[in-house]
């Protein structure tokens, strides 16, 4: 059963995307020099899988936690042994995503689905994504490692 937002809940949503638009903003109006240069000087920000954000986030991160060095989504942090602290605020970066095109055609055995399309039917496009840093996340204690992970998947 879906649970529905409150009216208070959608007031928050809709004010931190507002927040998150106009960062946003404020981050594409720099040059890609600066952009570069920020992120020389502070460091590259790493998933906790290893790989760096693009400079942008980076630039994101730096924007709402200067001291931010590795990030995660919440089910990345609890597949790697660590959990949110109770009460932080998640940072926000682009996360990029496909969709299937309304206009896909039907794949059918005469007709492949990338045939006439470069794309192969999908769309790219970036939504907002929420991420934590190391700092704001704790170790699980061994006991409670399992349940936390088969919560996670």
């Known amino acids: 059963m879906r649970r529905h937002p409150s009216a208070e809940q959608k007031a928050a949503a809709t004010e931190r995307r507002a927040r998150f638009t106009e960062l946003a903003n404020r981050i594409a109006a720099l ?3 600066e952009r570069a240069a920020l992120v020389a000087r502070v460091g590259a920000i790493v998933t906790c899988e290893g790989r760096a954000l693009s400079t942008h986030n980076s630039c ?3 924007a709402q936690l200067p001291t931010a060095s590795m990030v995660g989504g919440f089910r990345q942090w609890l597949a790697h042994g660590r959990r949110i602290q109770r009460g932080e605020r998640g940072l926000m970066i682009w ?6 095109d ?3 055609p039907v794949v059918t055995e005469s007709q492949p689905a990338n045939e006439g399309r470069a794309d192969g039917g999908q769309r790219a496009g970036f939504v ?8 704001q ?5 061994s006991q409670s490692a399992p349940v936390a992970a088969a919560k996670a998947a």
Do not use: C, N, Q, W
């Not at 996360?95 to 299937?100: A, D, G, I, N, W």
């Not at 929420?130 to 700092?135: A, L, Q």
């Open 137 to 141: 996340t704790e170790a699980v204690d």
């Open 102 to 104: 309304a206009t896909t």
């Open 95 to 100: 996360v990029p995503t496909s969709r299937k």
């Open 128 to 135: 907002m994504g929420t991420v934590f840093d190391i700092s």
């Open 60 to 62: 994101l991160v730096f």
């Open 31 to 33: 040059t890609d020099d």
